[in-house]
């Protein structure tokens, strides 16, 4: 199994990346394609929705809530990969993750950015949207300030800002790279606009280090506040199956879980699209998939503490939601979630599968599909019965528009995903660099002292 | 309220120029920038009216025939919501859901707008003149005993009128049919109290007993009912009122019981006669004949027939025995088959035995001036205007607020009878069943915008006459009243007579003041009173008591029940709900959108079966059935309906029709059409209750159209709608 | 500018419900609802259509839940495994029980529904933009969503039956939510109206719709601050009290002679909505 080399040329390092960059494959096209044929759905989906009324959703009283929130909290979980490659692991020096936080922080801001327009898709009356931020304005009317949705709002566009900022910051030196390395075009124009006369002084360079660490160290906080607050459009309310006090870390740790879940789909993806195989390596494939089976313990753990919880408490309401969930209209969506959510996942204990990349795939699909299904089984059985029995409402099944939005959404991720890799290095080409450089000066050590085994990095 | 005694005449002639362009250009409806309308200042305001303030109005309701007096809010010159007059003394303030619908009858886009002219199959617009002159036409040479009235129930100065026009034409042929009516009642009554409608006073009795009376929903008058209700349940001497339903299929009367007692279809009569014996068991003294008479009917003989458990039956007469008094109500339920006298009799006998009769059952008083008393409607009417249309004896056919091609059985084969008529003229407020076979459709006035005067058939109180006036401007100028139409037409032949009425409002205010000293004080100014009768909306008048007898007849003849019959399983129970009655207003959104109180179904028919029942047949919730009597079949969706005998099947009347605009046309079935001609044997009344039917899945499936979630009416173990056990509480200590 | 607006108003504003602090005065309006009264004839429901220009949605919305109807009547039979119902049927009308402490109001992103000083859950239709979050929090599901724009949906209102709308009220367009208001506008003309006297308004002066029109007198609205009031009087001698989660009847033994009660009021909504028991007769 091999890891990058360390005798590799930087060189060859700019090369590789920046080629990436350049004239797409067949394959490509296909994708860009298809992805923008996804979205077509969607906006015409939603160009209906508008015109004629949310009721095309097929949503009703009570059952005011459906795809659209679901889907929403699944992306904002998705925008959890970034920062935790990025930020967390930039802490901790976790040095593997530097041929692959570019791209999982792209995936944050893009995750982000499809996650607010299902804000939008959900309301009622979108073009009223800015009601819900806290501008100042003559009338003295704010926002209720009680309300989770209003710090979702503020939670998300904050995060989304900040993950801009952060994916910006980290590119800086990436982009000057570019800048000297391509002579002309608007790609020239854009890079020298964009890497804000990035000459690698020393002056620069730890400039760069002081702000990239500060926000990361932002970014960590508002990343879990952030679905925590989300969460608590759940939590704090009052309904059976949502007021559980577990929601925060719950929440937090499913977000991780489809985060890291995407993040191997995408590695699979990128390393055979762009052809990374010597930067994106099956050693740091594992570490993602232990990291991954990790969460996906961790989160199955907090999942069976919420089943405990509602099961030994006097809440008959919330007692009878669950035992709709698993019995109910909805139970073969909740079963397939438990089983992909806590069953599938153990496959990644098992070395051979680690590494495996078919496997991989299918397992990373499967999470994402357990995830998704695990935001929709909180949001919709709690409509589908609930306190009050006269409007319980078994039948209610999302209709194409939902379904569309919804899958065009996937669509609009990968159209902006693709868009990036071609405009931007999605390897971040300074750190592999330097990984690089930090693992040949370790092995030198090591030879040194005698030590080296084959295979092994540093850390 | 405001009770302004300013002149109508100049309040309507203002709207006319002023008010109206305002209501027409009302948002959304707006031609003023096509220049079609001129804007009207509310600088300078139409007087009476002042933007923004409602005034109101006090009218009479026609939605039904229980006479409820109506005050109707107007602003700028619109009437938007009718409400209750606080003054009357039928309904005290309140209003149906029907009633209260009456604005959309008003404002009811499918109204007909113009008179119409049949031609081929086509309605082509001509003016009221030529109307007029083609009625003439037809009216020449044909003699009186040719020509035919067939009208729903009328009442009040129209029905003076009417009778007029007939005598002018020497006709003596005026079919009053209701389709659905206490007809059975009304004669058994006459019998019993010696008179048709005597005074029921729910309030001040102790237990009712009513066998299948749905007092709450569509009998009589409901809206007086339910507010006697209310007084019945707070309770006399503080005891609180219990009510027993006897009945097959569970009406809201029912659904309200302390005890619905579930009986065996058409057994209601041998039910009364049990009770009758166990009150005579229990030791209530009973005269000999009557102890004669039920003594065949011991408790386990009824409970058998019956299906009421004997402990229920010694309960219901231990109950009567010891809470005095009491009142039995006698409902279309136990009507409605071939022995329906029957049972009325039987039950009206409890009332006599209770010793009810003189206390909670009390004389009516006589409409003071028999000319405006209703013509009260009923089945047997129908039967003979068909008779006559089939022989060929009716030449030309007038029909006036009935649908008979709707509400008919479809073997009497109306329709096909209707067309032998050489000239049928329909007066309507819509293009009905009954009116798209008419030759001349003539648009009526709706009852807002029309004069007369309503008196209703029963009379909680002395008689009181309701006062209908309109409440706006016409919406269309081609639609006309239906007093003005006749006073048309009866001046083509006693012009000189009625030359000196311009209008049918003239005509009615002449008549009126001509019994001024009837009902005010000596010297009143005519146009005083006048404007006091039109603000009140009420002539309330005393009227002489009528007699009430205590007459006890024994010779009741009840059938056995009968075995059921294995190709016909099912008793077929049409039942009319408060909001649909026969179908009159089906047209009304509210009425369809409003939940059927018991099975929460909206906007389409369906089949209430009993759930041990369906589970034989394997029926489910929304299988679409065929419903087939012998003479006829239809379609609709199944309900499982604990409130139903498994004998019995039932579906509601009122939908299934096939014209009358778009709120009403495509809606569900009309079970009228299936109906076996079973009569009463002694009032020729159709017997609702006889037809059987038997039951078929087609193999479709839908989901039903209704209110109530997936677990129906459980309550799921919450505490949600609480019952508590009268020994608990004392609601006379309550506020 | 409203920063020291929001600063110094804020904890004010989200306390208008009966904590001793500040109480309602001189309006607090409030329901007694009796259910031995109720026939569920539906009256009601339609005076509420008449009265708040709900749309008629017609079969095919209705039928998927879309129905508007901002008072239900509810009908509930027997739990138990009897073959007939033979003690009736139970009816129950609900709507917006206009919660002290609505579940409804905290989670509005934009504070679209609010607690008005007299003691009101008010729905700001202006302000709403949809979100539908404070149905999904309503505990009795009383809120009503405009799916669609019923006013411009064919064969709702036709040019011929707008004619009866209340202008008092607007139309609410697409996306709004909406429920039942104690008929707010009637409440206002009257409040407006006796101002110009310098009184409060008196027991009766005000009904509501659905109260006005119920045949059997079932439902009682009124000042719950006013003694003179029916509404007062009955919540009094049921012994239900607005800010309790439990009252006497379910506390004290032999309390059982009441038949005030909340629907969930243990979540401590605090509605302002008191229905009284049905009664069935124990000797039949
Ligand atoms: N009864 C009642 N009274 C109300 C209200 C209500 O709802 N009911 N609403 C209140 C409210 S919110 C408002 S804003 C006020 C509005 O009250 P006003 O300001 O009085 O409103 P308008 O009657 O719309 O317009 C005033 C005049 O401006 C003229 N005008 C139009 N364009 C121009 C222009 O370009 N130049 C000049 N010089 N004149 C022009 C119009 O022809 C009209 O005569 O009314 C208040 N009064
Ligand atoms: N065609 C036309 N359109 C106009 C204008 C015009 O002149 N002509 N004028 C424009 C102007 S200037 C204005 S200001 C706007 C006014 O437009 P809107 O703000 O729509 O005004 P209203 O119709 O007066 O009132 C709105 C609603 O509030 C309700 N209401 C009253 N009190 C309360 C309360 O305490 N709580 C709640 N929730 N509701 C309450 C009323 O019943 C009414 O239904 O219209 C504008 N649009
Ligand atoms: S009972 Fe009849 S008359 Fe009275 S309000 Fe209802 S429909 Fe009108
Ligand atoms: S109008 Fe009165 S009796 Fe009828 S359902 Fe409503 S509350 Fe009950
Ligand atoms: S009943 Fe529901 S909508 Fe009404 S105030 Fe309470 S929580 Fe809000
Ligand atoms: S639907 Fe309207 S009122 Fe309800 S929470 Fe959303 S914005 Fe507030
Ligand atoms: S109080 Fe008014 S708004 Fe509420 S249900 Fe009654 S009629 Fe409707």
Redo the contacts between chains.
């Keep these: 199994m091999k890891d990058i080399r360390e005798d590799i040329a930087w060189a060859k390092i700019n090369k590789d990346v920046l080629k990436s960059l350049e004239s797409p494959r067949k394959l490509y096209w296909a994708i860009l394609t298809v992805a923008i044929a996804m979205v077509a759905v969607a906006v015409g989906c939603e160009v209906y929705q508008y015109n004629?009324?949310?009721?095309v959703a097929?949503?009703?009283?009570?059952?005011?809530?459906g795809l659209y929130i679901a889907t929403f909290i699944f992306w904002i979980g998705m925008s959890h990969s970034g920062t935790l490659l990025s930020a967390i692991l930039h802490l901790m020096h976790a040095d593997w993750r530097k041929p692959i936080y570019r791209f999982a922080e792209a995936m944050t801001t893009f995750s982000l950015m499809t996650a607010g327009l299902f804000v939008a898709v959900?309301?009622?009356?979108?073009w009223?949207?800015y009601?819900?931020l806290p501008y100042?304005?003559e009338r003295?009317?704010?926002?209720?300030?009680?309300?989770?949705?209003?710090w979702?709002?503020m939670a998300i566009f904050t995060y989304l800002s900040s993950s801009i900022l952060f994916l910006y910051v980290g590119m800086i030196p990436d982009l000057a790279i570019c800048r000297d390395n391509i002579h002309s075009g608007w790609r020239k124009k854009l890079y020298t606009l964009l890497s804000l006369g990035w000459e690698g002084t020393d002056r620069q360079w730890r400039n760069f280090r002081i702000t990239y660490l500060t926000i990361a160290c932002f970014l960590i906080p508002l990343a879990v506040s952030v679905h925590s607050i989300v969460s608590s459009?759940f939590a704090?309310?009052?309904?059976p199956g949502w007021h559980i006090t577990s929601f925060g870390p719950y929440f937090v740790a499913g977000a991780l879980y489809s985060g890291c879940a995407a993040i191997i789909t995408l590695f699979i993806i990128l390393r055979y699209v762009f052809k990374f195989e010597e930067y994106m390596t099956l050693p740091i494939l594992k570490k993602v998939v232990r990291l991954t089976f990790a969460i996906a313990m961790v989160w199955t753990y907090l999942n069976l503490i919420e089943y405990a919880t509602v099961w030994y408490s006097h809440d008959?309401?919330s007692k009878?939601v669950l035992i709709m969930k698993a019995t109910g209209v909805y139970a073969p969506f909740w079963w397939m979630m438990n089983f992909c959510g806590s069953i599938v996942p153990l496959v990644m204990a098992f070395k051979r599968f680690q590494t495996n990349i078919p496997v991989m795939m299918v397992v990373s699909l499967l999470l994402n599909l357990g995830m998704w299904l695990e935001r929709w089984m909180i949001v919709a059985p709690?409509?589908a019965d609930?306190?009050?029995?006269?409007?319980?409402?078994?039948?209610?099944w999302p209709s194409f528009v939902q379904w569309g939005i919804v899958f065009g959404s996937f669509g609009w991720f990968t159209l902006l995903f693709m868009v990036f890799c071609k405009i931007f290095p999605s390897v971040s080409m300074y750190e592999v660099k330097e990984m690089v450089y930090h693992r040949s000066l370790a092995n030198k050590k090591l030879e040194v002292t005698g030590m080296q085994e084959s295979g092994k990095g540093a850390h | 309220m405001i009770d302004n005694d300013f002149d109508r005449r100049d309040f309507l002639k203002v709207l006319g120029w002023g008010g109206a362009a305002v209501a027409l250009s009302g948002c959304g409806n707006t031609s003023i920038e096509d220049g079609k309308e001129t804007v009207v200042s509310y600088v300078h305001a139409a007087d009476y009216v002042i933007p923004g303030i409602s005034v109101y109005f006090n009218s009479t309701c026609a939605q039904c025939e229980a006479g409820c007096s109506i005050n109707g809010r107007v602003r700028e010159g619109r009437v938007l919501k009718l409400e209750g007059n606080t003054s009357s003394i039928i309904n005290r303030g309140k209003m149906c859901g029907l009633g209260q619908a009456g604005v959309q009858h008003h404002y009811n886009p499918d109204r007909v707008r113009e008179p119409l002219l049949r031609n081929g199959d086509k309605g082509e617009t001509i003016t009221w003149e030529k109307a007029y002159g083609l009625i003439a036409e037809k009216l020449n040479g044909v003699s009186g005993d040719q020509i035919d009235f067939l009208t729903g129930t009328v009442s009040g100065h129209l029905k003076v009128l009417l009778g007029n026009y007939l005598e002018s034409l020497s006709s003596e042929n005026h079919f009053v049919y209701e389709a659905v009516s206490p007809a059975v009642q009304r004669a058994a009554n006459m019998k019993s109290y010696g008179m048709e409608m005597p005074r029921f006073s729910i309030n001040k009795a102790k237990v009712v007993v009513s066998f299948g009376a749905d007092f709450l929903g569509a009998w009589v008058s409901p809206v007086h009912f339910s507010q006697q209700y209310a007084e019945f349940r707070k309770g006399v001497d503080g005891q609180r009122g219990v009510l027993v339903q006897v009945e097959s299929k569970m009406t809201i009367t029912g659904a309200n019981a302390d005890r619905w007692l579930v009986v065996r279809p058409g057994t209601e009569g041998i039910l009364a006669l049990g009770v009758i014996n166990a009150l005579g068991a229990a030791g209530l003294q009973l005269p000999a004949d009557v102890a004669a008479a039920v003594k065949g009917y011991d408790k386990e003989r009824v409970s058998k027939d019956t299906g009421v458990s004997t402990e229920h039956l010694a309960r219901l007469a231990a109950l009567l025995k010891e809470r005095t008094p009491s009142l039995v109500l006698l409902g279309s339920a136990a009507e409605g088959y071939a022995h329906g006298s029957e049972n009325a009799a039987a039950i009206n006998l409890l009332n006599h035995v209770l010793g009810n009769v003189g206390k909670t059952i009390e004389a009516s008083s006589a409409v003071p001036f028999p000319q405006i008393a209703p013509a009260t409607g009923n089945y047997a009417a129908l039967r003979l205007a068909n008779n006559r249309l089939a022989d060929g004896q009716c030449k030309v056919l007038f029909t006036y607020a009935t649908n008979p091609i709707f509400t008919a059985p479809t073997e009497m084969k109306f329709k096909e009878n209707m067309a032998k008529a050489g000239f049928k003229v329909a007066f309507t407020h819509y293009l009905d069943e009954t009116a798209l076979q008419a030759d001349l459709v003539l648009p009526l006035d709706s009852a807002l915008e029309d004069w007369g005067t309503i008196v209703a058939e029963y009379q909680p109180d002395g008689v009181q006459i309701g006062v209908q006036q309109p409440l706006m401007e016409k919406l269309y100028p081609n639609t006309r009243g239906m007093g003005d139409i006749l006073l048309a037409l009866i001046k083509q032949r006693r012009a000189e007579e009625y030359k000196s009425f311009d209008d049918f409002y003239s005509y009615l205010r002449t008549a009126l003041l001509k019994n001024k000293g009837e009902f005010a004080e000596a010297g009143v100014d005519e146009d005083v009173y006048w404007n006091d009768l039109l603000s009140a909306g009420i002539i309330n008048v005393g009227g002489n008591v009528n007699k009430l007898v205590d007459k006890i007849s024994t010779n009741i003849q009840l059938p056995p029940p009968p075995e059921r019959d294995k190709d016909y399983p099912f008793t077929l129970i049409p039942s009319v709900t408060a909001s649909l009655r026969d179908g009159r207003h089906t047209n009304q959104p509210w009425l369809q959108e409003s939940p059927d109180p018991l099975t929460t179904i909206v906007w389409d028919s369906w089949v209430e079966i009993h759930p041990k029942k369906a589970a034989e047949l394997g029926i489910v919730e929304g299988d679409i059935l065929e419903v087939e009597s012998r003479n006829g079949s239809i379609k609709a969706q199944a309900y499982l309906f604990p409130g139903i005998h498994p004998d019995a099947v039932s579906i509601p009347l009122g939908r299934g029709h096939e014209a009358m605009g778009r709120y009403a046309k495509g809606y569900g079935v009309n079970p009228f059409q299936i109906l076996d001609r079973v009569f009463d044997k002694e009032t020729a009344e159709l017997a609702m209750h006889e037809t059987l039917v038997k039951l078929r899945k087609t193999g479709q499936r839908i989901i039903v159209v209704k209110d109530e979630g997936p677990v129906g009416g459980s309550q799921q173990g919450r505490k949600i709608a609480v019952s508590v056990s009268s020994d608990q509480v004392d609601l006379s200590e309550e506020v | 500018m409203s920063v020291s607006n929001l600063l110094e108003n804020w904890s004010e504003f989200r306390h208008k419900h009966p904590v001793e602090d500040v109480p309602h005065d001189p309006y607090k309006w409030a329901m007694s609802i009796d259910l031995d009264a109720c026939t569920g004839c539906n009256a009601c429901s339609v005076a509420c259509y008449a009265e708040n220009n709900l749309p008629v949605v017609g079969k095919e919305k209705y039928a998927h839940g879309q129905a508007m109807h901002w008072m239900r009547i509810e009908r509930y039979w027997p739990e138990d495994d009897r073959e007939f119902p033979d003690q009736g049927a139970q009816f129950l009308p609900m709507m917006c029980q206009q919660c002290e402490a609505a579940p409804c109001e905290t989670v509005c992103p934009v504070g679209a529904t609010n607690h008005t000083p007299d003691g009101l859950n008010s729905q700001v239709y202006n302000r709403c933009i949809g979100s539908r979050y404070c149905s999904a929090n309503c505990p009795f599901k009383v809120r009503y969503f405009n799916w669609y724009d019923y006013p411009t949906t064919e064969n709702v209102w036709p040019a011929e039956m707008t004619q009866q709308l209340n202008p008092d009220i607007t139309l609410r367009g697409k996306g709004v939510m909406e429920k039942c208001t104690f008929c707010i506008q009637r409440i206002r003309v009257g409040q407006r109206s006796v101002k110009n006297e310098g009184r409060v308004l008196r027991d009766g002066e005000v009904q509501t719709a659905c109260q006005q029109v119920c045949p059997t007198n079932a439902i009682t609205f009124g000042n719950l601050i006013d003694t003179e009031s029916k509404v007062h009087q009955q919540w009094k001698a049921q012994r239900v009290e607005l800010a309790v989660d439990e009252q006497t009847k379910d506390k004290e033994e032999g309390g059982s002679d009441l038949r005030g009660y909340r629907i969930l009021e243990e979540l401590r909504p605090y509605p302002s909505v008191m229905y009284m028991e049905r009664v069935r007769e124990s000797a039949i």
């Design positions: 004629v009324g949310m009721g097929n949503m009703d009283n009570p059952h005011v809530w959900h309301l009622g009356r979108v009223q949207i009601y819900a100042p304005n003295g009317v704010w926002p209720n300030f009680q309300s989770p949705l209003l979702d709002a459009d704090s309310s009052q309904q008959e309401a009878h709690t409509f609930g306190y009050y029995p006269w409007t319980w409402d078994h039948d209610q």
